[in-house]
């Protein structure tokens, strides 16, 4: 398993996370344990999407995106209250 640096900022809003080496690998949250674990998923999504072919995905691949999905959802939610 590779391991990043990742940087986590706070915003008026809550946290955001970033990952230098992996362009594109960012995100925000309401609290510093979603944007972890926003960019765990981030993170993972990436180099599953970088192991499949270009147009075929796996069922991991996609479970994971739903699996951030559901997260994103989440953090709208709180930030809506």
Not at 2 to 11: D, G, I, L
Not at 19 to 36: S, Y
Not at 41 to 67: C, F, H, M, P, Q
Request: with cysteine; proline share 2%.
């Amino acid at each position: 398993m590779n391991k990043y640096t990742v940087f986590f900022e706070q915003t008026a809003t809550g946290y955001s996370a970033h990952v230098p080496d992996l362009p594109g690998c960012v995100g925000a949250a309401a609290t510093l344990e979603e944007a972890r674990e926003l960019s765990k998923l981030a993170d993972e999504l990436k180099l599953a999407l970088e192991k499949n072919d270009r147009y075929v995905l796996s069922i991991g691949t996609l479970k994971k995106t739903e699996e951030i999905e559901r997260l994103a959802k989440r953090i709208r939610d709180r930030l809506k209250h």
